[in-house]
């Protein structure tokens, strides 16, 4: 069956089947779809065209070193948050020269890396780190190119959890401090201002908060123009929002064309750093259902996949398609039920779906849909249990592209005290 959704509701079929996937690799896993990251990138790609641009796609939704290569060969550039994501990139073959770094806690090794290698650029949360950049950026004899992360004060009515641009949360400067900020970074010696930055949150599924965001980011680029400060691109972080269920969000293609329209005849060059709406429609995870069992209130499915393997659904309380892989036209229609589909870790929170509709045997195979972001990368050990393997497909082909952890390599690196 069609298991990957591209993103706006186009279904793709691809050869191979899920359940020879299963067989072969084991479940839980991961497995994602090359041709479906290289179309969500490329719809971004496509909408760019004849601009000055850089797609630098937020590695932190899914970081799988294929899943980087993928991309790399079609000319992406990254968006980190650590040292160790930009030694993956430079691991699957991505250029450290469209990278740029952002993240509210940069360390001074991390920064010294991303100097030697030549990031594009350094995303500013606060004017603290302004200054170890510079000095880091000093004792290297070097100028580091920056962008200031604005938090322009708007409401992405998204989860609280993943909205990064109003006063109360972490995310870059105030906009309204940004102009002091900026003259500060401009007469700073090894700093050379190249951008503004801002990124919203996460999951948005309308347009119109990122355009009061853009409104907002132009009339600061005006006011440091009267400063002297000429700023050459204008990074408008990620965000798009992806179909779960039923929403409709803009597709990168609406996007862009309500966003260009709005820059008139300035020549900026433009960052995007879509995560989600690369990834997420790219991937699913599978898990087989192990026990059933039902009491007067519930009905319970005991499946192999647990919130150590993919924690939306418990963090957020996030909904997920969760379809059978296999369609058994035999089995009696009055046994559909609703089914909390839960994990084997000692948790109540514990669960990836509840009452779904579903004709369940134990053995069955579960499709656990737009699960390519912020799916493994947030995976854990908790339990002591093997994160899950990933596996890529790419045509009639699936390749195993991370193993399943081992057992041994549950406690690889611990140490027992030394016997007196
Ligand atoms: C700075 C920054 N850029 C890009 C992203 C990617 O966001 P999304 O996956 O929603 O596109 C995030 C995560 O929200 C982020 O914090
Ligand atoms: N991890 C979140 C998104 C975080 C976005 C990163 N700032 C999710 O699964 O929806």
């Not at 010696?189 to 801002?198: A, E, H, M, T, Y």
Request: charge should be negative; include cysteine.
């Amino acid at each position: 069956m069609n298991i990957f959704d591209y993103n706006n509701g186009v279904l793709h079929a691809e050869s191979v089947s899920a359940v020879d996937i299963a067989a072969q690799y084991g479940t839980p896993c991961y497995v994602y779809s090359r041709k479906a990251f290289e179309q969500h990138y490329l719809a971004y790609e496509n909408a760019l065209q004849g601009r000055d641009h850089l797609v630098c796609y937020a590695m932190k939704a899914n970081s799988n070193l294929a899943v980087l290569n993928v991309l790399a060969k079609l000319g992406a550039g990254f968006d980190i948050v650590s040292i160790g994501e930009l030694e993956r990139v430079i691991a699957a073959g991505g250029d450290p020269k469209k990278v740029v770094f952002s993240g509210v806690g940069k360390k001074a090794h991390e920064i010294r890396r991303a100097l030697e290698v030549g990031v594009h650029c350094f995303n500013i949360e606060s004017e603290a780190e302004l200054d170890r950049v510079n000095d880091v950026a000093a004792e290297m004899n070097m100028q580091a190119p920056i962008s200031i992360r604005v938090n322009p004060d708007v409401d992405a009515q998204t989860h609280p959890y993943i909205s990064t641009g109003l006063k109360e949360n972490k995310f870059g400067v105030d906009i309204d401090d940004a102009p002091r900020i900026y003259a500060k970074a401009n007469a700073m010696s090894n700093l050379n201002v190249q951008g503004i930055d801002c990124h919203i949150g996460s999951q948005l599924i309308e347009t119109a908060p990122f355009m009061d965001a853009l409104d907002r980011v132009l009339a600061l680029v005006d006011i440091l123009a009267e400063q002297g400060i000429t700023i050459h691109h204008l990074d408008l972080g990620g965000g798009l929002g992806v179909t779960y269920d039923d929403e409709v969000p803009p597709t990168p293609g609406e996007y862009i064309a309500e966003l260009t329209e709005r820059l008139g005849d300035r020549q900026l060059k433009l960052i995007f750093e879509p995560g989600r709406s690369i990834a997420a429609n790219a991937g699913i995870f599978l898990t087989q259902v192990e026990f059933l069992k039902s009491n007067e209130e519930k009905n319970f499915a005991i499946i192999d996949g647990a919130m150590n393997d993919l924690i939306r659904p418990a963090l957020y309380s996030a909904w997920q398609a969760i379809v059978p892989v296999v369609q058994h036209a035999d089995r009696n229609p009055e046994n559909t039920k609703a089914w909390d589909l839960v994990g084997p870790v000692c948790e109540t929170g514990d669960f990836l779906g509840k009452d779904r509709q579903l004709n369940l045997q134990p053995g069955d195979l579960l499709a656990v849909k737009s699960s390519g972001a912020y799916g493994f990368v947030m995976a854990s050990n908790y339990n002591s249990r093997p994160r899950p393997a990933e596996v890529m497909v790419d045509g009639d082909t699936s390749y195993i592209v991370r193993a399943r952890e081992t057992i041994a390599d549950l406690y690889a690196g611990e140490q027992l005290l030394p016997s007196e």
